[in-house]
Nanobody, 129 residues
């Protein structure tokens, strides 16, 4: 059974950076598409980014394009979300999610919660001066 654990969240000033990690245990991530979502207080959960299991395809929400970068290290069984130039509007609980396929996928679906089967518990990111 796949388990996902997010880490790396915290309090950062506007313009600062954080790197979130999504570490998997129980199974290898090689055949999983990974997505990052976030949920701010009083708002619905939204997709932030995703990465194909091949690692060759990434997608981003318009609000984070040019500031966030998703990557994966299958050897470490971990997916990362590098977040630069953070803004107060990025404040949210960030989740990673996974969807398994029997073959390596060259695409990923961002923002569709039903596409993903496994979810972590989330890590809080707060951007404030």
């Amino acid at each position: 059974q796949l388990q996902l654990v997010e880490s790396g969240g915290g309090l950062v000033q506007p313009g600062g950076s954080l790197r979130l990690s999504c570490a998997a245990s129980g199974v290898r991530l090689d055949y999983y598409v990974i997505g990052w979502f976030r949920q701010a207080p009083g708002k619905e959960r939204e997709g932030v980014s995703c990465i194909s299991s091949s690692g060759g395809r990434t997608n981003y929400a318009d609000s984070v394009k040019g500031r966030f970068t998703i990557s994966r290290d299958n050897a470490k069984n971990t997916v990362y979300l590098q977040m630069n130039n953070l803004k107060p509007g990025d404040t949210a609980l960030y989740y990673c999610a996974a969807s398994r396929f029997t073959t390596k996928q060259t695409t990923c679906v961002m923002g569709r919660e039903t596409y993903y089967t496994y979810w972590g518990q989330g890590t809080q990111v707060t951007v404030s001066s």
